[in-house]
């Protein structure tokens, strides 16, 4: 939090993030001007609604962010969890309802479209973050500008052109998963052939975690595991090129 204050002095912070805030009578004459009053009044409400209780209720509140966006988001989030996209980063969605933190428990989704006001893209994803902005936009006083895009598939093209082109870079993180899938698919057919050889799945096995993932997310120690089961799976390793091949496209 003090954090957050220092750099709330920096005007050129405030320029580059303040894009779009209103600039009315009411930041200049009450938020800005009495910025702590509010943090007092939210105690004086806890105490009048819950007695004594509420300075314990009020304590909670005054620690939930800065705990759970700094210990939980920035540390299990990037640790723990499961990922629908290959974001640039380790960003991980820790559950698929984000109910407790405002919404970022669905942190990989938050990274991949950082701009997006709506941060569930599943259908059994839950964003409470959305569920506030969407009754304040039908109450007039919210404007979603951005929510993430959403795959449209047409014809397929028998040449690839500028429009192609244009549509895979802008739908680039659902392409990428889309691949994922398919090439998860192929490493269970894979197993299936090699278990009814009676072969040896061991290799395949420890290497099919990381076969959709980009090469710098790879473990050194997992790498020659990927090398011998690529070397092992012509069918693979050919996925796993086209993979490569298609991601750069767009770096």
Known sequence: ???YRAESKNQETLNKYSQGCPNDWL???????????????????DLALFGAA???????????IPFTAAGVINGI?????????????ASTNIV????????????????????????????????????YIS???KLGLARVKKTPPKLQLGDVRPVADEKTLEALIAHRY?????????LRKACVAELATIKAKRGDVAVLVAAKRWLHRDADKVPAAAAPQLALAREAH??????????????QLWL
Request: aromatic share 14%; proline share 4%; net charge negative.
């Open 174 to 182: 659902e392409v990428m998963a889309g691949y994922a899938k398919d």
């Open 54 to 64: 509420g300075l314990a209720v009020w304590a909670v509140q005054m620690v939930w």
């Open 96 to 131: 698929p309802w984000g109910i407790m933190i405002g919404g970022e428990e669905l942190h990989n989704n938050h990274h991949t479209y950082p701009t997006s006001a709506k941060f569930s893209v599943k259908p059994y994803e839950f964003d409470i973050g959305w569920v």
């Open 234 to 247: 012509p069918v693979l390793d050919k996925m796993v090129t086209m993979r490569e091949e298609l991601r």
């Open 1 to 3: 939090a003090e954090l």
């Open 27 to 45: 930041e200049r004459n009450l938020y800005s001007r009495f910025s702590w009053q509010g943090v007092g009044l939210m105690m004086v409400i």
């Open 135 to 137: 009754i304040l936009a």
């Open 77 to 89: 989030g990037h640790y723990w969890g499961y990922r629908n996209f290959e974001a640039a980063d």
